[in-house]
């Protein structure tokens, strides 16, 4: 199957500082990108999609701005904490989008960065 | 608007027994992808089954199993004598067109405990 990369795995920082979460497809070209956060015993939430080359498309109650987001590859995308607080800690997944044959266009899930805010 | 309910928030059995995880949908598309995933303690999410609407011919995988009944709107898994390295949160998630983005929309997940 495809593979989807993140890095870091695992990141510690100070209140206010930004942190950059890389997501990568290793062996295929994927256009689109998403990204999930899922707080401690809970559910992943879908927070944004990443379309390569465009804007990404954020999910309502989301903050953009707080949340930057770049797939300026095909096999790049870049979430971006600003200003991060305690608040945002959490665990952030990626997946990348296959395009397949049909209506069935599967994603691929990167192993997640858990993120700590001190 | 999509929706995935898993009722069981979390299961707990003792080795060797049999567990099946609900999964209940809603989805106003005709044509659509239903997932289930495995969460172990690492967090790396790992791919289980997709089937698609069209599709309700039920599943065996090993000791995995599936059941679609779309009168229903249910695809609940069944863990077969079950092990202790079956112990995870396992998430159902349902997928609709390429016109909706392919959005996955997860369920709230079920914590399964396999006691030795």
């Known amino acids: 199957g495809a593979v989807v990369s993140q890095h870091p795995s695992w990141v510690i920082c100070k209140s206010g500082t930004s942190v950059k979460i890389e997501c990568r497809s290793l062996?295929?070209?994927?256009?689109?990108m998403f990204w999930y956060r899922q707080f401690p015993k809970q559910s992943l939430m879908l927070m944004a999609t990443?379309?390569?080359?465009?804007?990404?498309t954020y999910e309502q109650g989301v903050e953009k701005d707080k949340f930057l987001i770049n797939h300026a590859s095909l096999t790049l995308s870049t979430l971006t904490v600003t200003s991060a607080h305690p608040e945002d800690s959490s665990f952030y997944i990626c997946?990348?989008?296959?395009w397949g044959l049909g209506l069935g266009n599967e994603q691929f899930f990167g192993p997640g960065t858990r993120l700590t805010v001190l | 608007a999509q929706k995935v309910t898993q009722a069981q928030t979390e299961i707990s059995v003792v080795e060797k027994e049999d567990v099946t995880l609900d999964c209940v949908y809603e989805?106003?598309?005709?044509?659509?992808?239903l997932f289930w995933y495995k969460q172990p303690p690492s967090g790396e999410l790992v791919f289980l089954i997709r089937r698609n609407s069209f599709d309700e011919q039920n599943e065996i995988s090993g000791r995995y199993s599936w059941n679609f009944q779309k009168s229903t709107s249910s695809f609940n898994f069944t863990i077969t004598a079950s092990q202790v390295v079956d112990s995870a949160v396992y998430f159902c998630a349902l997928s609709g067109l390429k016109a909706a983005g392919n959005k996955l929309t997860f369920g709230g997940g079920t914590r399964v405990l396999v006691k030795p």
């Open positions: 989805t106003r598309d005709t044509t659509y992808y």
């Open positions: 990443s379309n390569e080359g465009s804007k990404a």
């Open positions: 997946s990348a989008l296959q």
């Open positions: 062996d295929f070209q994927a256009t689109t």
